[in-house]
């Protein structure tokens, strides 16, 4: 049922877009969601989509470009205070929990732009000027932002290991 | 420093078991849907779209977006709405047949919560609905937390009169089991687009989970008693789905030194009662008021040349509004387009005739909740010892469906022996908000009318 591979590439990338998205909106529910519509998207997209030379990062692009979207419409209002609850739901057997819920709640005290830029910068690898494209400010923006983000991470994140 | 944290990013970023679920899930569904609607249109039908631009922004899409899903939204919400394919066990108005619970969430990917917000001080009130053209519209009922034993009625019946007004939208209710019996012996009444599930049902549907709408948290779980609904996915677009109140209708009712008049015949009750603006043109402060009402508060003073808002609860009809009690009375049509009048406290509680002598001790009672107010209400005193209701032994309570729907005020009874013997209004006190915008709302019950036996 998988003639054209998106079920395949579904299948394989959205665990990590569904975790870049709960990052970046700080909630499960509005990462599926964000993920949902992008796949969506991909889906009706896919035959040309899949001829790009990194569907990962395109689409990856595509949700940060979605979760954009969703906070310049103003609809999303309350958000994070769930982020407890995140942090449990995606709880388990593993050394990494609480260290990803520092992160997350480190993320999460960043304004949305910070955060979307320390996660293209530093996860995605985009260059500063690919993401002042995608966020629409000029790339001394993104650097400058970028900076404050590292700043208040480097503050929050408890681990003797950011000196 | 920072390829550490770089480093500690990425592995935040790897995807835990939770994700594989989630995402095998999401996926599932979106290749659900596309096969399902591949008979309708084809995903790539033709329209000429350019290229998209790398990191183009997603919504560039959507106009292919809408070609190629208009069909599925409109076969899924003919199935919803004319069949009923997509949904639970369902006590629906009419002589449906219950279909399966399967498809309801996946069909729109709407979740399923509860709706007992945590601090609700009034009635059931109809909150949200979804617009969204993905899904079926879909309307989400809140309930307060307190009222344990009215949910079901309560709800279905505000339900009902937004239903009414609603036509194009679906409205679903999770109500427990024997509510659930309740709403099939009066299935006559509810509209086709309302569908009554069992709570268990509800219970079923995936995606329950926390969830803020506005600064308004709502609960995770169904409650044994609360009604439940759907609302859009997440927080997503909740502002788009604010219902807006319905316009009230404030009737100007104008007192002079002789007279009474009233700027209309009729006047449209709000779901709270009927909405008076009192204007005082004559030369003396006069109290003016509808002295049919059945449990008016009271008619306030209002000085000459002022004006004072009034909310009266009085019942579809027709009434007197007069300004003072010598003056002419005025006369004016009560209707109540939104059902929200739900009858009197006669009919409520039949064996609270209202003749007898107060056999409390005074005062009212207070509490976190309508049910803690009343039982703390001193009923009796003995001596120096002031019995409250809660330590009578015999003593029930029960809230009346009575009233306005969303008044500002609600009743109970206290029964002895199976017998009305005290209506008590409860009222909501406003504490001062303590933090993060979450106002204390504490509940103040006192005797209104005593029944006698």
Redesign the interface.
Known sequence: ?DGNGF?TW??AA???????A??LTG????A??V???????V???????SR?DNVDA?VT???V??D???RR???????R??LT?VSE??A?P?D?IA??DE??RALAELGDKQRII??LR??DGLSDA?IA??MHCSPATVRSQSSRA?QH??SH?TTG??? | ??D???A?????????????V???A??D???T???ASAHRAA??DGTVTP??P??????D?AP??RS??APLTAAACAAALAVGVALPSILRGRDEAPPSVAGLARMD?T?FIDTQAWLTDNFPTVSWTNTDFVRPPLVAVRTPPWCRTCGGQEVLSRVVASAKARPDARFVVLAPGATVSDVGAAASTVPANVHVLPAAEGARLPGE???????T?VATRLSPMGALTAVA????????LLTPPPPTQVLTVTCTDTGTQVDAPTVAAASDGVHLRVVNAGRRPVAAGMPDADDSDGWPWTDPGRSRDLVVPAAPGRHRIICGDKSAAATVEVTDPTSSWRGTIAQAAPTCRGNAIADYAGGPGSGWTPRDAVLAWPSREFGSKVTPLAEEPGATVRPLAAGYLDADHQWWVAERGGRAATVLRVSVHRRTPTKDNVAAAEYVAAPFRPCGL
């Open positions: 049922m079920e579904a299948r959205t665990p990590r877009l569904l975790r870049l709960t990052l909630s499960a529910d509005e599926s969601d993920v949902q519509d992008v796949l969506l998207d889906y009706a997209s896919w035959a040309r989509i790009t395109y692009r595509m949700v470009n979605r954009l979207a969703t419409s103003g609809a999303r209002r309350a958000r205070e769930h609850a739901r995606v388990g593993d990494r260290d990803r992160l997350a320390v996660l530093h996860v690919d494209a995608i590292l991470l480097r994140l290991s950011l000196t | 420093m920072t550490d944290i770089s500690r990013l990425r592995a935040a970023l790897t995807p835990t078991t939770d994700d594989h989630r995402a095998g999401l996926v569904e979106i290749l849907r596309s096969r995903p790539e290229p998209i790398a990191g183009a922004r997603s919504d899409t292919r977006r190629w899903l990917g979740r989970d926390a969830a803020t709408v506005g600064e948290p996915r997440g927080n997503q677009a909740v502002e788009e």
